[in-house]
């Protein structure tokens, strides 16, 4: 069983910068595609960016792409989301995803998911 925990969410202004990182426990984490997510309040969850199990491969939502950048330490079982120049349009709840198999930007084909962390974007 998987186990993953989101940390390092919070408020920051509008052109400001925050990683948030999330925490794996159990499994083959170095074996897994990983993804990040998020949901504003009324929205659908919508895909921000996912990584492979392969050193170096890895997708951004355009509406991230240049801003945020994913990353893994496999060593630590840690995944992170470092996000430039934020604007309010990106306040939500970002979730974590892992997969046992492939990498994408489907939620549905992810089989763990963390509790979320919340990120506040003031103007």
């Known amino acids: 069983q998987v186990r993953l925990v989101e940390s390092g969410g919070g408020l920051v202004q509008s052109g400001g910068s925050l990683r948030i990182s999330c925490a794996a426990s159990?499994?083959?984490?170095?074996?897994?595609?990983l993804g990040w997510f998020r949901q504003a309040p009324g929205q659908l969850r919508e895909f921000v960016a996912a990584?492979?199990?392969?050193?170096?491969?890895?997708m951004h939502a355009d509406s991230v792409k240049g801003r945020f950048t994913i990353s893994r330490d496999n060593a630590n079982k840690i995944l992170y989301l470092q996000m430039n120049d934020l604007k309010p349009e990106d306040t939500a709840m970002y979730y974590c995803a892992a997969r046992e198999y492939g990498w994408g930007s489907s939620a549905i084909q992810y089989n763990y998911w963390g509790q979320g962390t919340q990120v506040t974007v003031s103007p």
């Open positions: 990584m492979s199990s392969q050193p170096g491969v890895s």
């Open positions: 159990g499994g083959s984490f170095s074996s897994y595609g």
